[in-house]
Protein backbone atom coordinates (compact mmCIF):
# COMPACT_ATOMS: atom_id res chain seq x y z
CA UNK A 1 0.00 0.00 0.00
CA UNK A 2 0.96 3.40 -0.71
CA UNK A 3 2.65 6.08 2.12
CA UNK A 4 2.03 9.59 1.91
CA UNK A 5 2.99 12.53 4.43
CA UNK A 6 -0.02 15.23 5.73
CA UNK A 7 1.09 18.16 7.91
CA UNK A 8 -2.13 19.44 9.68
CA UNK A 9 -0.38 23.11 9.91
CA UNK A 10 -0.24 25.67 12.81
CA UNK A 11 -3.39 27.91 11.60
CA UNK A 12 -5.29 24.92 11.32
CA UNK A 13 -4.53 23.66 15.08
CA UNK A 14 -5.06 27.16 16.42
CA UNK A 15 -8.81 27.08 14.25
CA UNK A 16 -9.65 23.79 15.91
CA UNK A 17 -9.18 22.40 12.45
CA UNK A 18 -7.63 19.19 13.80
CA UNK A 19 -10.53 16.60 13.78
CA UNK A 20 -12.01 17.85 11.22
CA UNK A 21 -9.38 17.36 8.58
CA UNK A 22 -8.76 13.78 10.64
CA UNK A 23 -12.49 12.92 10.29
CA UNK A 24 -12.16 13.57 5.70
CA UNK A 25 -8.92 11.52 5.66
CA UNK A 26 -10.87 8.70 7.56
CA UNK A 27 -13.86 8.93 5.82
CA UNK A 28 -12.07 8.33 2.78
CA UNK A 29 -10.93 4.91 4.30
CA UNK A 30 -7.39 6.06 4.26
CA UNK A 31 -5.82 4.43 7.18
CA UNK A 32 -3.46 6.80 9.98
CA UNK A 33 -0.09 4.89 10.39
CA UNK A 34 1.61 7.24 12.06
CA UNK A 35 0.74 10.72 14.15
CA UNK A 36 1.96 13.48 16.65
CA UNK A 37 1.63 16.83 17.58
CA UNK A 38 4.95 18.93 17.55
CA UNK A 39 6.62 22.46 17.00
CA UNK A 40 8.80 21.97 14.10
CA UNK A 41 12.20 23.37 14.02
CA UNK A 42 13.27 25.94 11.72
CA UNK A 43 16.16 23.04 10.62
CA UNK A 44 13.38 20.48 9.94
CA UNK A 45 10.80 23.17 8.09
CA UNK A 46 14.04 24.10 5.72
CA UNK A 47 14.63 20.49 4.74
CA UNK A 48 11.09 20.00 4.11
CA UNK A 49 10.45 22.69 1.81
CA UNK A 50 13.87 22.64 0.27
CA UNK A 51 12.76 22.64 -3.18
CA UNK A 52 11.02 26.47 -2.56
CA UNK A 53 14.85 27.64 -0.98
CA UNK A 54 15.19 30.72 -3.69
CA UNK A 55 11.50 31.47 -3.88
CA UNK A 56 10.48 35.19 -2.53
CA UNK A 57 7.82 33.45 -0.21
CA UNK A 58 10.49 30.92 1.86
CA UNK A 59 11.38 33.07 4.56
CA UNK A 60 7.79 33.56 5.55
CA UNK A 61 6.71 30.04 4.83
CA UNK A 62 9.40 28.75 7.38
CA UNK A 63 8.37 31.26 10.11
CA UNK A 64 4.27 30.59 9.53
CA UNK A 65 5.55 26.29 9.72
CA UNK A 66 7.49 26.83 12.62
CA UNK A 67 4.95 29.17 14.50
CA UNK A 68 2.99 26.75 16.29
CA UNK A 69 2.64 23.10 17.51
CA UNK A 70 1.06 21.16 13.59
CA UNK A 71 0.21 17.87 13.53
CA UNK A 72 2.44 15.51 11.26
CA UNK A 73 0.90 11.98 10.35
CA UNK A 74 1.71 9.09 7.88
CA UNK A 75 -1.00 8.07 5.92
CA UNK A 76 -1.52 4.90 4.32
CA UNK A 77 -3.64 3.59 1.28
CA UNK A 78 -4.56 2.32 -2.16
CA UNK A 79 -2.93 5.42 -4.48
CA UNK A 80 -2.60 7.76 -1.02
CA UNK A 81 -0.49 10.25 -2.40
CA UNK A 82 -2.53 11.62 -5.29
CA UNK A 83 -5.79 10.69 -3.40
CA UNK A 84 -4.66 12.97 -0.25
CA UNK A 85 -3.57 16.07 -2.54
CA UNK A 86 -7.32 15.65 -4.14
CA UNK A 87 -8.98 15.72 -0.53
CA UNK A 88 -6.75 19.15 0.36
CA UNK A 89 -7.55 20.53 -2.96
CA UNK A 90 -5.40 23.48 -5.14
CA UNK A 91 -2.89 25.03 -3.24
CA UNK A 92 -4.64 28.14 -3.78
CA UNK A 93 -7.65 28.79 -1.94
CA UNK A 94 -9.11 30.73 -4.16
CA UNK A 95 -8.72 28.07 -6.78
CA UNK A 96 -9.66 25.01 -4.28
CA UNK A 97 -12.92 23.27 -5.24
CA UNK A 98 -15.38 23.13 -2.47
CA UNK A 99 -15.48 20.16 -0.70
CA UNK A 100 -11.80 20.58 -0.73
CA UNK A 101 -10.49 21.00 2.79
CA UNK A 102 -8.80 24.17 1.34
CA UNK A 103 -11.95 25.32 -0.78
CA UNK A 104 -13.89 25.00 2.77
CA UNK A 105 -11.18 26.11 5.29
CA UNK A 106 -8.88 28.73 3.63
CA UNK A 107 -9.08 31.92 1.88
CA UNK A 108 -4.95 32.48 1.04
CA UNK A 109 -2.00 30.22 0.48
CA UNK A 110 -0.08 31.79 2.74
CA UNK A 111 -2.63 30.22 5.43
CA UNK A 112 -3.76 26.84 3.67
CA UNK A 113 -4.45 24.36 6.42
CA UNK A 114 -2.46 21.07 5.08
CA UNK A 115 0.18 19.79 3.08
CA UNK A 116 0.37 16.40 1.09
CA UNK A 117 3.15 15.09 -0.34
CA UNK A 118 3.03 15.66 -4.28
CA UNK A 119 4.30 12.09 -5.56
CA UNK A 120 5.28 8.50 -4.47
CA UNK A 121 9.09 9.83 -4.48
CA UNK A 122 8.41 13.37 -2.11
CA UNK A 123 6.49 11.28 0.02
CA UNK A 124 9.53 8.00 0.85
CA UNK A 125 11.74 11.87 1.46
CA UNK A 126 9.14 13.42 3.68
CA UNK A 127 8.28 10.59 6.20
CA UNK A 128 11.77 10.02 6.64
CA UNK A 129 12.13 13.60 7.49
CA UNK A 130 9.47 13.82 9.83
CA UNK A 131 9.62 9.91 10.96
CA UNK A 132 11.75 7.03 12.09
CA UNK A 133 9.82 3.45 10.48
CA UNK A 134 9.99 2.54 15.01
CA UNK A 135 7.25 5.16 15.05
CA UNK A 136 5.57 3.91 12.19
CA UNK A 137 2.69 1.06 12.80
CA UNK A 138 2.03 -1.39 10.46
CA UNK A 139 -0.71 -2.54 10.71
CA UNK A 140 -3.98 -3.97 8.93
CA UNK A 141 -7.42 -2.15 9.49
CA UNK A 142 -10.60 -4.50 9.49
CA UNK A 143 -12.21 -2.32 6.90
CA UNK A 144 -9.59 -3.14 4.48
CA UNK A 145 -11.62 -6.15 3.01
CA UNK A 146 -14.74 -3.27 2.33
CA UNK A 147 -12.27 -0.68 0.80
CA UNK A 148 -10.51 -2.65 -1.29
CA UNK A 149 -11.68 -5.56 -4.33
P1 LIG B 1 1.50 22.47 -2.02
O1 LIG B 1 1.46 22.71 -0.54
O2 LIG B 1 0.11 22.42 -2.60
O3 LIG B 1 2.34 21.28 -2.42
P2 LIG B 1 3.66 24.20 -3.02
O4 LIG B 1 3.66 24.94 -4.31
O5 LIG B 1 4.57 23.03 -2.88
O6 LIG B 1 2.13 23.79 -2.70
O7 LIG B 1 3.98 25.26 -1.86
C1 LIG B 1 4.25 24.83 -0.56
C2 LIG B 1 3.57 25.76 0.41
O8 LIG B 1 4.20 27.04 0.34
C3 LIG B 1 2.09 26.04 0.12
O9 LIG B 1 1.21 25.04 0.63
C4 LIG B 1 1.90 27.37 0.83
O10 LIG B 1 1.76 27.19 2.24
C5 LIG B 1 3.24 28.06 0.56
N1 LIG B 1 3.19 28.90 -0.64
C6 LIG B 1 3.29 28.51 -1.93
N2 LIG B 1 3.19 29.55 -2.77
C7 LIG B 1 3.03 30.65 -1.98
C8 LIG B 1 2.86 32.04 -2.27
O11 LIG B 1 2.86 32.49 -3.41
N3 LIG B 1 2.70 32.86 -1.18
C9 LIG B 1 2.72 32.41 0.11
N4 LIG B 1 2.88 31.10 0.41
C10 LIG B 1 3.03 30.23 -0.62
MG1 LIG C 1 4.38 21.01 -2.45
Given at each position: MERTYVMIKPDAVQRGLIGNVINRIENKGLKISALRMNVISEETATEHYSEHK????FPSLISYITSGPSVSMVIEGGDAVKIMRAINGATNPVEAAPGTIRGDFAIETGRNIVHASDSVESAEREIAIHFSEDEIAGYTKIDETCLYE
Open positions: ERPF
